[in-house]
């Protein structure tokens, strides 16, 4: 299996920016597509970014032109720069993989989530 953990979040005022790193360790084969989520207090769960191995990227409408998701695919892991923060980007961002298991199907994990605040 995939074990994500996910790394810098924090406070930031509207405006500012956070990078966001998620790296994966584990027993698996290869990794397919890598991924944000973020979850707000009484809001479903949505996708900010997602990136293949091959570097084909998709935003969230709500993201784009603001956020950039990246990946090293040497490190198995990924990145999301985030610039121009707004207090609406506030949430719990959880970071997921897709991964073919070194026996069995495709499958998808889950990180722990990182908490981003932008407050003034």
């Known amino acids: 299996q995939v074990r994500l953990v996910e790394s810098g979040g924090g406070l930031v005022q509207p405006g500012g920016s956070l990078r966001l790193s998620c790296v994966a360790s584990?027993?698996?084969?290869?990794?397919?597509?890598m991924g944000w989520y973020r979850q707000a207090p009484g809001k479903e769960r949505e996708l900010v970014a997602s990136?293949?191995?091959?570097?084909?990227?998709t935003y969230g409408d709500s993201v784009k032109g603001r956020f950039t998701i990246s990946r090293d695919n040497a490190k198995n892991t990924i990145y999301l720069q985030m610039n121009n923060l707004k207090f609406e980007d506030t949430a719990v961002y959880y970071c997921?993989?897709?991964?073919?298991?070194?026996?069995?199907?495709?499958?998808?994990?889950w990180g722990q989530g990182t908490q981003v605040t932008v407050s003034a």
């Open positions: 997921t993989a897709e991964f073919w298991p070194e026996d069995g199907g495709l499958a998808e994990d």
């Open positions: 584990g027993s698996f084969f290869s990794i397919n597509s």
């Open positions: 990136i293949t191995s091959h570097h084909i990227t």
